[in-house]
């Protein structure tokens, strides 16, 4: 539960962050790596995007989150609907103290109730948009560094050091994933499965079919692992 109160209103509409970035997995990719999986208080991101016309949702879930169930019900209950719904008026959301995040007010919208969500659209595409999630116990100072960081992470790419970063993490999983044994999957630890799942989400288009195999059972056994856990509807 957070300390700090929230405002009792709920909104007429949502005021989102906003970006012109053009290299869209990338940024959402930094927004968990460097907003999210780095405090116990990240949940996870959420973006929306279209490929060959099909609305997708790409879910990078922070491992190191205290509740597994609370991630799990946000994989098993956000959908695309409930995506679109939190971005509109009326949404089940109420302004929190921290500028540009809100509350969530309602099991409907498919997120635990109490968990503080950032929205995130870009500045053309509206096809483009990200939640970025916070919930549970947080030291003083954390989620305002999460929240400085988001919003460097939003401004205009400033080239080659960032992308020289990004690449390199990349080629880092690739080789973790490559060198895996898929015999000894079961004794992995589930944090490590879920890293590699989480942060490769999305970015093994056009890679050999040897990888995209492995990699699909790398994440049919994180949902088998992560289902076995007892659902909750308690708030984050």
Sequence with gaps: MFKKKTV????????????????WHRLTEEIYVRAVAKIP???AVVSKSKL???????????????????????RRHFKVGQ???IFAPGAALRPYEAAGLYEITDIKAG?????????????KDPDLRAVVLFGGERLEGQLEKSLAALRECL?????AVRDAQLQARREELLRDLKALDLKELSHLDVDVVARLVNELEG?????????????????????????RERPTHAGA
């Design 203 to 227: 970015a093994l288009d056009g890679a050999p079919i040897e990888m995209r195999s492995k990699y699909r059972a790398l994440s049919d056994h994180l949902v088998r692992r992560r289902t």
């Design 111 to 123: 997120l635990p109730v109490h968990c503080l969500v950032g929205l995130i659209a870009h500045e």
């Design 41 to 43: 208080c990240g949940m």
């Design 52 to 74: 060959l016309g099909f609305t997708r949702l790409t879910m990078r879930l922070n491992p190191a989150f205290r509740s597994g169930e609370a991630t799990q019900w946000v």
């Design 83 to 85: 995506f679109d719904s």
């Design 8 to 23: 009792a209103a709920t909104p007429a509409a949502v005021t989102m962050l906003r970006t012109s970035r053009e290299d």
């Design 155 to 159: 401004a205009p790419t400033k080239g």
